[in-house]
């Protein structure tokens, strides 16, 4: 049977085997559609009802603080969801192993305790009572 650390790093040796079968691309942002209205008098865009311009796609994303949009050919929109689809696990898959991870840590810190105990000759711990007595 298996030990709660064994368990823990089997768990956390699972994602770091699928984080390695994810793929080089990523793309952190989220991928929006949207429709427009143009300047042209007459134009279908402001009939009633409405036909308007589109969908033209956006990608917008936050690094190191910087927000940014750019536009999405139409055409690359399969390759880009991908992208993106491989941000999302990665940052699922980190997520999950920092919590493991942090669950490890103790176990291990908890370990070590242990076996010092085990090792190390009992010192007697001054004697720390904080006596209640009773009112
Ligand atoms: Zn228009």
């Known amino acids: 049977m298996r030990s709660p650390l064994q368990s ?6 699972q994602i770091q085997q699928e ?6 691309d990523l793309q952190p942002g989220l991928l929006t ?3 427009n209205v143009c ?5 279908r865009c402001k009939a009633t009802p ?3 311009h589109g969908p033209y796609y956006q990608l917008s994303f936050t690094r190191k603080g910087k927000s940014r949009t750019q536009f999405v ?8 969801q991908q992208q993106v689809r491989n941000y999302q696990r990665l ?3 980190m997520d999950r192993w920092v919590a493991l991870g942090m669950a490890l840590s103790q176990l291990r810190l908890r370990q070590q305790q242990e076996l010092r ?3 190390a000759p009992k010192k007697r711990a001054p004697a720390r009572v904080s006596r209640q007595t009773p009112a």
């Open 73 to 80: 050919k139409r055409e690359d929109l399969p390759l880009l």
């Open 39 to 43: 300047g042209k008098a007459g134009c």
């Open 117 to 119: 105990m085990v090792s």
């Open 91 to 93: 940052k699922t898959l």
């Open 33 to 35: 559609q949207q429709y």
């Open 19 to 24: 984080i390695t079968e994810l793929g080089a």
């Open 50 to 52: 409405p036909q308007r």
């Open 8 to 13: 823990l790093e089997a768990k956390i040796a």
